[in-house]
């Protein structure tokens, strides 16, 4: 009994952990590791369009917020040729939504080593076309995204 006791104490405790890294991370400049953070206030925004996006290809992650929205996430950046990619799994972290929000209005904006890109994130489902971004993605990461279904969305400079 005192057992169960000491381990409801230790859930409870946990919990109270979690709560305040996600009430924390919510009033940060940009996510904190797996949680969801603030706008992303920091850094300069790049003003020149990008058209080879190849000096992120050794960046592992990348922090993202789409336009409208006060939160920001912390997502994955494959480089396949001089394109860019963000891959969305469907299943982790459970509960998201931003994929189906970028789905229907791709402006956003994405930081890398504290400089802002103002881009548009396209879907792509074209099989042929992923078959070189999931291997580069693969060979970046060991593995695909987390999950079975995975969005991929092809980023491009916006102006302003």
Request: zero cysteines; proline letters at 6%.
């Amino acid at each position: 009994m005192k057992v169960l006791k000491w381990i409801g104490y230790l859930v409870f405790g946990v919990a109270v952990v979690l709560a305040a890294l996600l009430g924390a991370a919510r009033f940060n400049d940009g996510p904190l590791a797996l949680f969801p953070g603030g706008p992303l206030e920091a850094g300069e925004f790049v003003l020149e369009p990008v058209v080879d996006w190849s000096f992120a290809r050794d960046i592992a992650e990348v922090e993202l917020q789409l336009e409208g929205d006060d939160t920001s996430r912390t997502v994955w950046i494959i480089v396949d040729g001089a394109n860019g990619y963000v891959p969305a799994s469907l299943e982790f972290p459970p509960f998201k939504t931003w994929h189906k929000r970028a789905d229907k209005d791709g402006r956003a904006i994405l930081r890398i080593d504290g400089r802002k890109y103002r881009i548009t994130m396209r879907r792509v489902d074209d099989e042929g076309l992923l078959a070189s971004v999931k291997a580069e993605g693969a060979r970046k990461y060991g593995s695909g995204p987390p999950g079975s279904g995975v969005w991929y969305f092809a980023i491009s400079s916006r102006a302003g």
